[in-house]
């Protein structure tokens, strides 16, 4: 299983960031995507997830009107794209893979992670 | 939404000691908690599953309890290799939080 991100990116406030996740390994359609973001020196912050079968998104409350998750599964990619983008936004923003617990009816945890882009905003 | 609060923010040890590091949830979330280490520059790794099940090739040392509110995570006997930080995760419902983290320093 692997999770291969994107390479680091360098924005102007105000601009917009989209982020690549590559799925492999795996059947992509059988585990959402989740997208976590973590800032310079800070902890982890969960920003939303995908069902890369069904296209269905939930995004964290605040990220909701400026994040954009979205899958192309003919290519096993998920995207994270963040718009409005100001200087604390500035972060390390990773995927993950999760899987749904049918029987359970709730979602399991992170067990494997992209290596991570860097985002940089700056004027 | 439900809070986690991890304690200690700091914890520093030596080589071969117990630690113990604590994470509340606001609320209940059954057994429905993950403890990750994370080392600088790299992806947080699973260490513990549904409060105390340990991931495949994770060493014995850790240990993970709890259930409700109430959750620990131990390492028996530290290695040089465990200083890192970790964090607790809640996965009760639609949305994830995670603990604040604890850094785990060698003294």
């Known amino acids: 299983v692997q999770l291969v991100q994107s390479g680091a990116e360098v924005k102007k406030p105000g601009a917009s960031v989209k982020v690549s996740c590559k799925a492999s390994?795996?059947?992509?359609?059988?585990?959402?995507i989740h997208w976590v973001r973590q800032a310079p020196g800070q902890g982890l912050e969960w920003m939303g997830w995908i069902n890369p079968n069904s296209g269905v998104t939930n995004y964290a409350q605040k990220f909701q009107g400026r994040v954009t998750l979205t899958r192309d599964t003919s290519i096993n990619t998920a995207y994270m794209e963040l718009s409005r983008l100001r200087s604390d936004d500035t972060a390390v923003f990773y995927c993950?893979?999760?899987?749904?617990?049918?029987?359970?009816?709730?979602?399991?945890?992170?067990?494997?992670w992209g290596q991570g882009t860097l985002v940089t905003v700056s004027s | 939404d439900i809070q986690m609060t991890q304690s200690p923010s700091t914890l520093s040890a030596f080589v071969g000691d117990r630690v113990t590091i604590t994470c509340r949830a606001s609320q209940s979330i059954r057994s429905w908690l993950a403890w990750y280490q994370q080392k600088p520059g790299k992806a947080p790794k699973l260490l513990i599953f549904k409060a105390s099940s340990l991931e495949n090739g994770v060493p014995s040392r850790f240990s993970g309890s709890g259930s409700g509110t109430e959750f620990t995570l131990t390492i028996s006997s530290l290695q040089p290799d465990d200083f890192a930080t970790y964090y607790c995760?809640?996965?009760?419902?639609?949305?994830?939080?995670f603990g604040q983290g604890t850094k785990l320093e060698i003294k």
């Open positions: 390994g795996y059947t992509f359609t059988g585990y959402y």
């Open positions: 995760q809640q996965y009760n419902s639609y949305s994830y939080t």
């Open positions: 993950a893979r999760v899987y749904w617990n049918y029987e359970e009816g709730t979602f399991e945890e992170f067990d494997f």
